[in-house]
């Protein structure tokens, strides 16, 4: 129901005798304003961008389903990445392995190319609202310096090292491996058309600085000249970077830019240089089991950002390049699970992303960078247990909450404008101490004409119980003219947006029936609240609510449509 002229009388006095304060004790009151007129820029789409190991989970039956529920969420705008799209292998999937078998050799060691499985992965993609974000990798079989062992079948407790065989070595012939690549693209272009495929992300190989690459620096870098080279070949206007290294790099990064920016480019020895549209790298936090609970590391993840954005702000000619976070993440590995990755399931996940990609943006302000996109290296995992901790989005076709914090996302847009909390963590102090004591009770909000959107989150490292946050919002700075107003209440909590907890209170079934798969669904999706008790005092819009340890609230003012 809209907010109406019915609380008139009101008018003159406090909003805070209206609303009277917080007194429980087992409450934390927190105050949260929001300016509509304090424009702080563009508001930056960083969510839009997902990824896996796994990329045939993409036609699986539950990963197709999945791929559309994000290309929902912006379509045409969602990018995905994927290892592995040049793997030797028949399509099949396993734990931190897939193939598509683009290329092998005839007898003569002519190259032979097949594109049909790489082309159902892109299809896929493309037919759900999705573009590909796209890994050239990883090496061919028959181009291997060191083809065997070949695949790997690692499972939970091998050693991670396990998974580095032959598809992790350099080519044996340079001049092959970029025939291929050119190849690739050409396809792509005839396939999908020059427009499109312009679109799409393009970096050589994943996580070159660790054992992902079983080669030297040099030999990534003379790989990296030979696919640009080869990918400009085949669309001039194809948009390429890198290196997507492991963390920001280091000294690493530093060598990836400057060769891009002087060096002496491998695949045309008489250039300087590489040509570059991008720079991405990796962030991960760092979980930890403390005393019978999990314990998040933000400030892990967050350092690294800082570090990344500061290296890449010191080269005049490259700060203002888009950059892509192409793996961000609260911990390393996705295919693991266990008591560490015990926050993955409810809503830890979900209130650690919301206040992490927050602070991403507010660094990126802070180094005055171009950030782009932070790409969230989860999605789901076929022929496992339900429920199982991956580090996924959904599990058996059922949402899990951290989704709804990207549904959330897609509901902001146009502008982001300045939301203070008296109960958030500063900056400085999450990059020195994570969230250990108090919490970070914080928001981040938009607008988009007369509409505004604010999410709040009431996040902590630490997964135990807490008391809720008693949390008044005061909006200001909009046309007085807008009343009435509608009020829209998104909540991810233990009882909202939560499929998870929906299982455990239906004792946990390791095979749900059709009627609980159902439940379970609906379960996953994004619950709206009724709407919260608000008022509007000369231009002022406030409301009073409760959000519990780890939630997630998102707000929606907008103008109330006119009755009929």
């Not at 000294?251 to 920016?261: A, M, P």
């Not at 496992?384 to 897609?410: C, E, W, Y």
């Not at 007369?450 to 809720?468: E, K």
Request: aromatic share 12%.
């Amino acid at each position: 129901m809209p907010i109406s002229r019915r609380l008139a009388c009101f008018l003159g006095l406090l909003l805070a005798v209206v609303i009277p304060p917080a007194s429980a004790a087992d409450t934390i009151p927190v105050t949260i304003t929001v300016d509509a007129s304090h424009t702080l820029g563009p508001l930056r789409e960083i969510w839009r961008f997902f990824g896996a190991d796994e990329p045939n989970y993409a036609y699986a039956p539950n990963g197709a389903k999945l791929l559309g529920e994000l290309g929902e969420l912006r379509p045409g705008r969602v990018y995905f990445r994927a290892h592995n799209l040049l793997t030797s292998g028949d399509g099949s999937w396993g734990l931190k392995w897939g193939s598509t078998n683009v290329y092998t050799e005839d007898e003569e060691g002519r190259p032979v190319y097949d594109w049909t499985i790489v082309d159902r992965i892109f299809d896929t993609y493309l037919a759900r609202g999705v573009r590909p974000y796209v890994e050239v990798g990883f090496m061919p079989e028959a181009l291997s310096a060191h083809p065997t062992p070949y695949r790997h079948n690692w499972k939970q407790g091998d050693p991670y090292e396990r998974i580095f065989t032959g598809w992790a070595y350099p080519p044996k012939d340079y001049e092959k491996w970029g025939e291929l690549v050119e190849q690739w693209v050409r396809h792509c272009v005839e396939r999908y058309g020059a427009d499109e495929v312009s679109q799409w992300y393009w970096e050589t190989w994943n996580e070159a600085n660790a054992g992902y690459w079983q080669g030297s620096d040099g030999d990534y870098l003379k790989l990296h000249d030979y696919t640009v080279a080869a990918i400009r070949r085949a669309l001039s206007t194809a948009r390429i970077g890198g290196a997507d290294t492991a963390g920001h790099g280091g000294e690493f990064t530093r060598r990836f830019l400057e060769h891009s920016l002087r060096g002496v480019n491998f695949a045309k020895p008489d250039t300087r240089g590489t040509p570059i549209d991008f720079i991405s790298f990796h962030a991960k936090g760092e979980p930890e089991f403390v005393e019978g609970h999990v314990r998040m590391n933000m400030a892990r993840q967050l350092r690294t950002i800082d570090w990344g954005f500061a290296m890449i702000g010191e080269y005049e000619h490259l700060r203002d390049l888009p950059i892509v976070i192409g793996e961000s993440d609260p911990e390393g590995c996705a295919a693991c699970r266990g008591e560490r990755q015990g926050y993955r399931n409810g809503t830890m996940y979900s209130s650690y992303t919301a206040a992490c990609f927050a602070r991403t943006q507010d660094l990126a302000d802070r180094h005055g960078v171009n950030l782009e996109g932070a790409l969230t290296w989860a999605f789901e995992f076929e022929d496992q247990p339900i429920f199982a901790g991956f580090r996924a989005l959904a599990t058996h076709g059922i949402d899990k909450p951290v989704l709804n914090v990207f549904r959330m996302f897609s509901k902001m847009s146009g502008e982001r404008i300045e939301a203070e909390s008296d109960h958030a963590r500063s900056l400085n102090d999450m990059l020195e101490h994570s969230v250990r004591d108090d919490p970070d009770i914080a928001a981040f909000a938009s607008r988009d004409g007369d509409r505004v959107s604010v999410m709040v989150w009431h996040y902590h490292d630490d997964d135990l119980p807490g008391p809720d946050a008693e949390i008044e919002i005061r909006l200001k700075g909009l046309r007085e003219t807008l009343s009435p107003l509608t009020v829209r209440q998104y909540r991810i909590d233990r009882t909202h947006s939560n499929a998870y907890t929906a299982w455990l209170d239906m004792g946990s079934p390791p095979e749900p029936t059709p009627a609980q798969q159902e439940l379970l669904e609906a379960a996953g999706q994004l619950a709206e609240l009724s709407e919260p008790d608000a008022i509007i005092i000369r231009g002022v819009v406030g409301l009073r609510f409760n959000l519990p340890r780890q939630g997630v609230s998102l707000f929606v003012f907008e103008p109330a449509r006119a009755q009929p």
